[in-house]
């Protein structure tokens, strides 16, 4: 566990990839005159043109660096107590069990542990799943991966939770509705036996260059979108290097999930590929590749996201900044990096791209 061996988040945390909705655009943060310099004419070419209106982007930036510096301290804070007072609608589905997963998704993982299990071999396993889209070119795959019953029971547990007059974090910083996994208490016995029992041989064979064989910490969260709430999300890469999202229901119109090429692709290159979600199925993707959701235009959606982050890989490159990370000791479960592997990294990454 990332915890016991110490959390770690990279310096840029508190600066970089500062996101303001209104302008859809990520900034980085340092002082006043930096933003400015850096940032005031694209601001104004977004309609940001009045003295008062980028004091108010200046007051939201910086709302957004103290939420981050307080953050792990209140995460922590949340999670006791839930902990101590939160009664769950549905105790069974805390501790992962076989019968929440999709037999497809069994099959598949079961193939990936046997003996003549291969790239190939998976890839063609999925195709012959009926109904299912997946996009060698650009590495996503999609598979059914939760049971119905299992996704209304999960999707009727949040809102149990969402009823209770507990203190909720947001997700991250772009979705502003939606459950933090860990602080509802689901990270040790569901997520962690999830990524580590059956998430880890599939992505091993899928993304080994990304660290799929070595993924040893996650960060995991349910995001909801509604007419009333957010209705889509903006293009942006995700802090993980393979990351999960399983649609969880409800009813919903539109909406598919848009995939773009990696990040350092210049933006007037990029081609994007539609991919539509429905219940229980899970889409797979590489963290670094550009991506975003459509609106929706009825209905409720709620999808489960698990970041998977191997330390061996970004203890080199820290994906948000690009740069050799700058290590923060955090309170809570930091962003996946570690210090010990840091030190022998090379040699880490060259043995799990063996596997
Ligand atoms: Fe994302
Ligand atoms: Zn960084």
Redesign the pocket.
């Known amino acids: 566990m990332a915890h016991s061996r110490g959390s770690y988040s990279c310096a840029c945390f508190y600066t970089d990839n500062i996101y303001i909705e209104e302008y859809q655009m990520h900034v980085r943060y340092t002082d006043e005159q930096q933003f400015t310099q850096e940032y005031q004419k694209a601001l104004q070419s977004r309609g940001c043109r009045t003295a008062e209106k980028l004091a108010q982007v200046l007051e939201t930036v910086k709302k957004e660096v103290e939420r981050r510096i307080q953050l792990a301290e209140e995460s922590q804070q949340r999670k006791s107590e839930i902990a101590l007072h939160y009664k769950p609608l549905h105790p069974e589905l805390y501790v992962l069990q076989e019968s929440f997963l999709a037999a497809e998704f069994l099959e598949a993982v079961h193939f990936c542990q046997s003996p003549h299990a291969s790239l190939d071999g998976l890839l063609n396993l999925l195709d012959s799943i009926p109904g299912i889209g997946f996009f060698i070119d650009k590495r996503i795959y999609q598979l059914p991966v939760f049971v119905p019953q299992f996704c209304k029971d999960f999707v009727e547990e949040l809102e149990h939770f969402e009823r209770s007059a507990l203190a909720k974090g947001r997700p991250?910083t772009?979705n502003n509705y939606g459950v933090l996994l860990n602080e509802l208490g689901l990270d040790d016995s569901f997520i962690t036996p999830l990524r580590e029992k059956y998430l880890r041989p599939l992505v091993s064979l899928l993304y080994p260059d990304w660290g799929g064989s070595c993924l040893d910490s996650h960060k995991a969260f349910v995001v909801q979108y509604s007419l009333d709430k957010d209705l889509d999300?903006s293009c942006?890469?995700?802090n993980?290097e393979v990351?999960l999202?399983v649609s969880l229901g409800k009813e919903f119109t539109d909406g598919n999930l848009y995939f773009s090429e990696m990040r350092e692709v210049p933006a007037n290159e990029r081609r994007y590929t539609e991919v539509e979600h429905l219940m229980g199925q899970g889409i797979l993707h590489r963290?670094q590749q550009i991506?975003?959701?459509l609106p929706i235009t009825s209905g409720e959606r709620w999808n489960l996201?698990i970041?998977k982050r191997a330390s061996s890989v970004r203890n080199k490159l820290c994906p948000m900044c690009d740069k050799e990370p700058q290590l923060i000791e955090t309170a809570g479960q930091g962003d996946g990096f570690t210090v010990r592997e840091k030190e022998i990294g090379a040699q880490t990454l060259d043995v799990c791209a063996v596997f």
């Open positions: 991250n772009m999300l942006h890469y995700d993980s990351t999202n963290g991506h975003g959701a996201i970041w």
